[in-house]
Structure formats: C-alpha cells, structure tokens
C-alpha cells in the first residue's frame, strides 16, 4: 500500500451531549487522528464509549460539538461523495421494497444512468461480494451475512476512497464474520481504499488492521495508537497464528481487561 | 386446505345466529312485522337482485364513498408526508389538526348541507373529510417512524432529499398508509350511508331511511344485508391491495 500522510484528519473532535435538566454527558474529548490514503485503521473500545458517535462525525452524518474533520484538504460538514458510511444493522439499511439488484441501484439512479448501464453496474458489484445469483432476491430472503454483503456491495457501488465500517460483522455468526473480514480485505487490496473500522472485536482489529487506535470508556480520549506490523497479505487462518498477532491481542486484551476493571471499581 | 377448513368452521356461526333469528321469530316471540324471519327477508333479497334494482343506489352510494375516499387518501399523504418531512409545516399544521381531527365528522353533516345542499359535493366533501385524518395521521406516523438508520444510508449514498422522500421514506411509510387507509375506507362507508339518510334523495342510506318509513320491512332488512356484503368485499378487496403493495410486511 501506497500512503500519504494528512489525508484524513480528526483534529480535537469533541462531542457533548446535554441532557434535559442542564446537566451534560462528554461522548468524545479531544479525539484526533490521522488516516493515511490507503491505510486501514481500526478504532477498538468498550461497547458504548462513543465510537459510533466518532465515526458518524467522520462521516458527516452528525456535528461534533469542537473539532474538525478534514478530508483531503476539505473540512467536512456535511456526507462527502467520496466517503461511504456501512451500517452494524444491514437489515435496517437495505430496503425490504427493493430486489438486491434494485439495491445496490439506488446509487446509481440519482446519478441519471441508462437503465441498461445501470443493470449492468449493479451486477458487476454483485459480482464482487459474490451475489450476482441472487440479483432478484429481497433482502428479506437471504441469511444476515449475505445481507451485509448487499449492503458491502451497495457501499462500493457509490465509488467510495474512504469507506467506514460501523461494527459490521457483529451481528454475523462467526464463520460468516471471518469470511466477511477476507473479503473486505480482498476489496480494500483491489479497490485501494482507505478504511476505517469501529469495533470492539480485539481478534478482528488485529486481523484486519494497518494500525490499531484504542479508546477509553467514556469521556472517550485516543489512549494508544499501535502499529499491527503483520505482513500482507492477510490469511484467516495463517495470520492468527503468527506470534506477532498472538501477542498483540494478548496485550490489548489485557489492556482493556484492566480498564474495565478499574471502572468497574471507580464506579 | 386447513386454512379453508377454518373459514369453513367460521361460517357456523353465522349459521347459527341466522338459525336462532328464524327460531325467535317462529316460535312467535317478537312482532313478525317489525322483524321479520330471515326466511321472509330472503326473497325480498332476492327480488332485489334479481331485478337489478340494487344497482343505481349501489352505484350512487359507492360512487359517492370513492370519489371522497380518493381525494382524502390523496390529500392524507400528501399532508402526511408534507408535515413529516418539515418541522416547521408540522408546527404550523399540527395544532389546527388537532382541533378539527377531534370532532366527530357526523356533526359536520347538518353544517355541509348549510352550504353545499344535499347533493353530490356535501356527501363527498364529508365522505372526504372524515376519510382524512386516518390517512394523515397514519402517513405522520409512518414517515416520523422510518428508521434513522435508513435516512443516515441514503445521506451517505448522496441521495438528494426529494429522491429520499420518493425512494425511501414514501415506501418505508407505505405499511402505516395502507391501515391508516384501511380504517378511513370503513370511516368512509359509515359517513355515506349516514349523509344520505340525514339529507340526501338517492342512495342506499336514503333507501332504507324511506323503506322504513314507508314500513316495508323487508326489503329495509334486504339492503342492510346487502350493505354488510359490500362492506366485506370491500374489506377483502383491501387486504388483497394490501399483501400485494407491501409483501416484505409480513417478514
């Protein structure tokens, strides 16, 4: 992979919401990253320390409350074409109404295609995640991993360079969830994306990820970056087994082992 | 064919209510002439049909409930999805839904007649009005309901906010219309029948006002009886719309 530094920038971002009696709760607290093009960063923390909230201000989709999001020289305020946000609950993004084909079409209608290109487009992406038998299903028809893969290949559709992943394979079986994390792999190698995954899954944060940025429980801060220094490409059996990767899941484990614990006896 | 079975099994009952009315009245317990045997009630049923007299009022009455159903179910969405979609038309509007929504159209009739006459506009116009807010209630409903999930997917697939309403919100609404236009179209039906009785000179409402008051029983029990079948085919006819227009309701 290719990198060039100060591509996507997360400066300060702080995010505080207030509550109906005056009184206010800090998701974030002065958050900032830096993302090189074409790495792929993964964003590990405890269940409910604002990791969502981070990425849907990357996102644009909210406003963080200080702070900005820099995306290749422009702030970013609001969804950038160029940025595509997958969702945890792929059986609330895709629509029941539509077929998978009509899906993963619904990127390209609002760009005026021809009908026939736009078929066309549609399968190619199938293609991709492996689907292009089931172009006619409903969502509705297919088991939950496929689902995921329409909402994947409806992301891709819209020709993202930075894709940001929303916990997406947690609510996966776990074969189905190691076969997700190869293919996004395999997509991010072909289509040269920059990816930015939240997840609280130690094993898939190490198995997927360039670097690994670990946050805190609540107010979130970036408390360590790491480098994953594993070799490409990636292998779902292979990799796990390597003693590199075996002491770096040991390490953050124990790391955020700690860290709920320690907040379990402040608490 | 068990689903057959049980229809079947449900269709006693209605036998068996029909039974005990003829049994009732055979065995000399209520006044013959002010209700009269199913047995007797039949033929004049029968007449009815056979003539084809039943279908200029029918035509008139149900001509009258779609027209007003029409327009109310157009005007619901349109307001549903307008009030849904805008916090500041939601504001406006809301209050003066509110204050009308809670008036039971019946007493609007007397008013409709004031100033539209007892013709087809005043039977429209409150077929319409109380056909409304059914629909406008359920589509408010319906659109603030759509899942947050799916309005932040289609920001981040840079759908613009009109292909968002039309491709999205509209379809994810869909299942909230349809009930919502499901209770209104029963709505509809009563508010006919009862402006064609309170201030009308043709329809079926006004028939069996006049039937009874001209004491033919009979046939007056004739058309309530063709009334509770229109009433049920239109309701089959609903759902049948219904399982068609939203086949992913029922996953």
Not at chain 1, 118 to 126: N, Q, V
Not at chain 2, 197 to 207: C, D, Y
């Amino acid at each position: 992979m290719t990198a060039t530094a100060g591509y996507l920038s997360i400066r300060d971002v702080n995010k505080v919401y207030g509550g109906q009696h005056g009184e206010t709760t800090t998701a974030l607290k002065s958050i900032s990253l830096e993302v090189k093009q074409g790495e792929f960063l993964a964003i590990l923390g405890p269940s409910g320390c604002g990791k969502s909230t981070l990425l849907q201000i990357v996102a644009g989709l909210i406003d963080g409350t200080a702070g900005e999001v820099v995306l290749n020289g422009r702030a970013v305020t609001a969804p950038p074409p160029e940025m595509v946000y997958l969702f945890q609950q792929y059986s609330k993004s895709l629509l029941p109404w539509r077929t998978v084909e009509q899906n993963v079409a619904l990127v390209f209608e609002s760009k005026g295609m021809k009908k026939r290109d736009i078929a066309a487009r549609c399968g190619e992406y199938l293609g991709m995640v492996g689907l292009a038998a089931f172009r006619a299903h409903y969502p509705w028809q297919l088991s939950g991993g496929m689902q995921q893969r329409v909402a994947i290949a409806r992301a891709l559709a819209a020709q993202p360079r930075v894709l940001l992943l929303d916990e997406p394979f947690s609510a996966v079986d776990a074969l189905t969830r190691i076969e997700l994390q190869s293919l996004v792999l395999d997509l991010w190698a072909r289509q040269g994306l920059t990816i930015l995954l939240i997840t609280h899954d130690v094993d898939e944060a190490v198995f997927m990820a360039d670097r690994i940025a670990v946050l805190s429980a609540r107010p979130s801060t970036v408390e360590m970056v790491v480098d994953t220094a594993l070799p490409w490409p990636r292998d779902a059996m292979g990799t796990r087994e390597l003693p590199r990767f075996l002491q770096l899941r040991h390490e953050l484990v124990t790391h955020l082992l700690q860290r709920q614990n320690a907040g379990h006896v402040d608490a | 064919m068990p689903e057959l079975g049980r229809k079947g099994f449900g269709l006693l009952s209605i036998l068996g209510a029909l039974l005990l009315w003829e049994l009732i009245c055979r065995a000399g317990l209520v006044n013959l002439s002010l209700l009269p045997p199913p047995s007797q009630i039949a033929p004049a049923l029968w007449k009815i049909l056979a003539s084809g007299s039943f279908l200029a009022p029918l035509g008139q009455t149900l001509g009258m409930l779609l027209i007003g159903y029409t327009i109310a179910c157009v005007a619901g969405v349109a307001l549903g999805l307008l009030m849904g979609c805008s916090d500041y038309l939601y504001g406006l509007l809301e209050p003066l839904v509110e204050v009308i929504r809670p008036v039971p159209k019946p007493a609007l009739i007397p008013a409709m007649v004031v100033f539209l006459g007892i013709g087809a506009g005043m039977k429209i116009t409150v077929v319409a009005l109380a056909a409304l807010f059914p629909v406008l209630i359920n589509t408010l409903q319906g659109v603030r309901g759509v899942d947050p999930v799916l309005l932040a997917t289609a920001r981040t697939l840079g759908c613009s906010r009109l292909a968002t309403i039309r491709k999205i919100i509209l379809p994810a609404s869909l299942p909230m219309i349809l009930t919502g236009m499901r209770v209104s179209l029963s709505m509809g039906l009563v508010l006919v029948i009862l402006a064609e009785m309170l201030a009308a000179e043709s329809g079926i409402g006004f028939l069996i006002l006049d039937l009874q008051r001209s004491f033919q029983v009979r046939p007056m029990y004739a058309w309530i009886a063709i009334l509770a079948v229109v009433g049920l085919l239109l309701n089959v006819l609903f759902e049948m719309v219904e399982d068609r227009a939203v086949p992913w309701r029922a996953k």
